[in-house]
């Protein structure tokens, strides 16, 4: 056999092996990192279009979040708690959102989607979380016009304590509701239509 086909065999051995890893590591890769933010995130873009500057979008918030869906098939189950720093120091200008719930989109950085749900169970030890993410004006990335958009770090998202969980239902069970305001209005009937 000459020489140069042994350098050629393993040329295509080496080259069979690595395409599958490659492929392999691509899929698995939202797994562990923040593909959907790198790809899919273009702050400069958000910015321009919503006109409001780069750099508060890049705030990195510490959330208190719960899973508190409107019925059957809401699209929106998540709700903004508490954020640090506070939603009204970052932007002035913008409603003071101190004991609102805000309903969101609530999506990884990993991948996009938002949570699975298959875990939280009917009662509140189950429903709180808190996570760090970005908080993207409503519309953004093309979800739902009326709610903002939180892109949150998956690797930081933890359930609450039943502690912490238990306190947190009680706190804001007498807060206001933005699901009662007509301008933040997302179509959501509770037929689920």
């Known amino acids: 056999m000459p020489a140069g086909t042994n350098k050629n065999i393993a040329v295509i051995a080496t080259v069979a092996v690595m395409v599958p890893i490659l492929v392999g590591a691509w899929f698995a890769l939202p797994m562990f990192a923040p593909v959907f933010l790198w790809t899919k995130v273009d702050l400069r873009k958000i910015a321009s279009t919503t006109k409001v500057d780069e750099a508060r979008l890049k705030t990195q ?18 709700q903004i708690i508490s954020m640090e720093p506070a939603w009204k120091e970052v932007y002035p200008e913008q409603e003071d959102e101190a004991e609102l719930l805000v309903r969101c989109t609530f999506v990884s950085g990993n991948d996009g989607r ?21 908080r993207l004006p409503p519309g953004s990335l093309g979800f ?42 997302d179509g959501w009937t509770t037929s689920g239509q």
Request: charged share 30%; aromatic share 12%; net charge negative.
């Open 61 to 78: 918030f510490k959330l208190q979040v719960r899973y508190n869906p409107r019925g059957d098939g809401d699209p929106l189950p998540w």
């Open 144 to 185: 739902n016009p009326k709610r903002p958009v939180v892109v949150y770090n998956q690797l930081d998202l933890a359930k609450m304590s039943i502690t912490d969980a238990d306190g947190t239902q009680r706190n804001v069970s007498g807060w206001e509701n933005d699901d009662e305001w007509d301008e933040r209005d």
């Open 114 to 134: 938002p949570p699975g749900t298959a875990f939280i169970n009917s009662t509140f030890k189950d429903r709180y979380f808190r996570a760090t993410g970005l």
